[in-house]
Each structure stands twice: as C-alpha cells, then as structure tokens.
C-alpha cells in the first residue's frame, strides 16, 4: 500500500517536470509584437462607401485602475 502511494507520488512529480521542461521548451521562442501605432495613424483607410478617413490617437484610462478601487481613493491621480 505505501509503495503504492509513493510510486503515485513520484511518477506525479515526474510527469510535472517533464511537461514543465517541456512546456519552457516549446514555448520560450514566441513573441508577440503588435502594430507599431505611429504607422497605423499615418494610413488612409477606406470605409463600405468609399470615404476615406485616419485614425486619431486618443488617450484612455487604464480598465485594471477601476477594478483595483483606484479611483475611490481622493487621492489617486491617473497617470497618461
């Protein structure tokens, strides 16, 4: 019975290692890069009837700042 749970214990932790090993392995390559903003500014776009238009920056409020009550404190100041 005790060998039992120790061998159950050991092929658990292996089997952890190994897929953690694993995992770092397959994984430590990937970057993800998103677009550059001053490019996506400088387009011209189309919209559905020909008209064209660019996108203007515009600066927004952190959401993790609501939900962390944040902005319940007087003297919290959002920083842009």
Same mark, same amino acid.
Request: overall charge positive; charged content about 20%.
């Given at each position: 019975?005790? &060998?039992? +749970?120790?061998?159950? #214990?050991?092929?658990?932790?292996? =089997? ?21 903003? &001053?490019? +996506?500014?400088?387009? #011209?776009?189309?919209?559905?009837? =020909? ?30």
């Amino acid at each position: 019975m005790d &060998n039992d +749970i120790i061998s159950t #214990i050991i092929t658990i932790i292996i =089997g952890i290692v190994i897929g953690s090993v694993i995992g770092y392995i397959c994984m430590k390559d990937i970057k993800y890069i998103g677009p550059n903003s &001053n490019e +996506i500014v400088k387009q #011209i776009y189309l919209d559905d009837n =020909g008209k064209q238009f660019k996108f203007k920056p515009k600066v927004t409020v952190c959401p993790s700042a609501y939900s962390m009550k944040k902005l319940h404190d007087p003297t919290f100041k959002e920083s842009h």
